[in-house]
């Protein structure tokens, strides 16, 4: 069996993600079987039930591995599927994604918000925000998404640090301005990429593509608005889980 190269960057479940997806590839954990129990793996991996459960889901979202409560997590496939699934139940599973995930900054400039943009941003048509181009990347370096994110000029000077923080973005511009956040607005459309977006993420021009905007704000004024350019089709998924309750 695998064991997890320890590092002092590389969070602890990712290494038993990496661990367990060797075992299953090399055949360790055949095609139909059932991994151990999350018991086993907790004594194995000397870790929390929290860590290996996080480390399986990630085996879920790469199509390896089928998840029931109750009857354990079952090999579908030896190798990713090569869809990525991105669930989502609060805005801790958006903090959880970013800090799992690298940011890469491509271009940082000034822009001007022209009519349809400032309608979509909630802002007013003439405005300079400040335009911030990144690719979103695995931690093995795959590219995920281009994020094009809209911040606020009292931030300009500060948003290249967090970028390259270990972290959601939104949530360190909450900290600088001294202000929760509010609520976040999200809007999600199938569209084809612009030459710029299938440039980035290595597809034809016009491929179908997700776009989600997210738009982050305090009580008094947006901080951040994000547009989120993931691979269409068949390579990515995007799961939201309602919870029902009383009303």
Same mark, same amino acid.
């Given at each position: 069996m695998s064991e997890p190269a320890r590092t002092a960057k590389t969070p602890r479940y990712i290494e038993i993600f990496k661990a367990l997806r060797a075992d299953i590839g090399s055949g360790e954990f055949a095609i139909g079987a059932l991994l151990p129990s999350e018991a =086993?793996?907790?004594? *194995?991996?000397?870790?929390? *039930?929290?860590?290996?459960?996080?480390? @399986?889901? *990630?085996?879920?979202s790469d199509g390896m591995v089928s !998840?029931?409560?109750?009857?354990?997590?079952?090999?579908? *496939? $030896?190798?990713?599927? +090569?869809?990525?699934?991105?669930?989502?139940? =609060?805005?801790s599973d958006l903090t959880q994604y970013a800090a799992e995930? %690298?940011?890469?900054?491509?271009? /940082? %400039? $000034?822009?001007?918000?022209?009519? $349809? #943009?400032? %309608? !979509? #941003?909630?802002?007013?048509? +003439?405005?300079?925000?400040? @335009?911030? !181009?990144?690719?979103?990347?695995t931690p093995e370096g795959a590219p995920l998404a281009l994020v094009e994110s809209y911040i606020a000029q009292q931030f300009k000077e500060i948003a290249p640090d967090l970028v390259h923080s270990n972290g959601p973005i939104y949530k360190g511009l909450a900290e600088v301005a001294g202000a929760d956040i509010d609520r976040v607005d999200q809007e999600t459309q199938a569209l084809p990429a612009p030459y710029h977006v299938a440039e980035a993420l290595g597809i034809?021009?016009?491929?179908?593509?997700?776009? /989600? #905007? !997210?738009?982050?704000?305090?009580?008094? =004024?947006?901080?951040?608005?994000s547009f989120n350019w993931h691979y269409g089709g068949d390579r990515y998924i995007h799961r939201t889980r309602i919870s029902l309750g009383s009303d």
């Amino acid at each position: 069996m695998s064991e997890p190269a320890r590092t002092a960057k590389t969070p602890r479940y990712i290494e038993i993600f990496k661990a367990l997806r060797a075992d299953i590839g090399s055949g360790e954990f055949a095609i139909g079987a059932l991994l151990p129990s999350e018991a =086993s793996l907790c004594a *194995r991996f000397e870790v929390s *039930r929290f860590t290996v459960r996080e480390a @399986l889901r *990630r085996l879920q979202s790469d199509g390896m591995v089928s !998840r029931i409560q109750g009857a354990g997590s079952r090999v579908l *496939r $030896d190798a990713p599927s +090569g869809i990525f699934v991105q669930n989502y139940r =609060s805005i801790s599973d958006l903090t959880q994604y970013a800090a799992e995930t %690298e940011l890469e900054l491509l271009k /940082i %400039e $000034d822009t001007v918000l022209d009519d $349809d #943009l400032a %309608e !979509r #941003l909630g802002q007013k048509a +003439g405005e300079t925000w400040v @335009l911030m !181009r990144a690719l979103r990347r695995t931690p093995e370096g795959a590219p995920l998404a281009l994020v094009e994110s809209y911040i606020a000029q009292q931030f300009k000077e500060i948003a290249p640090d967090l970028v390259h923080s270990n972290g959601p973005i939104y949530k360190g511009l909450a900290e600088v301005a001294g202000a929760d956040i509010d609520r976040v607005d999200q809007e999600t459309q199938a569209l084809p990429a612009p030459y710029h977006v299938a440039e980035a993420l290595g597809i034809a021009e016009h491929a179908p593509t997700l776009r /989600i #905007l !997210r738009r982050y704000a305090t009580a008094s =004024s947006l901080l951040i608005a994000s547009f989120n350019w993931h691979y269409g089709g068949d390579r990515y998924i995007h799961r939201t889980r309602i919870s029902l309750g009383s009303d």
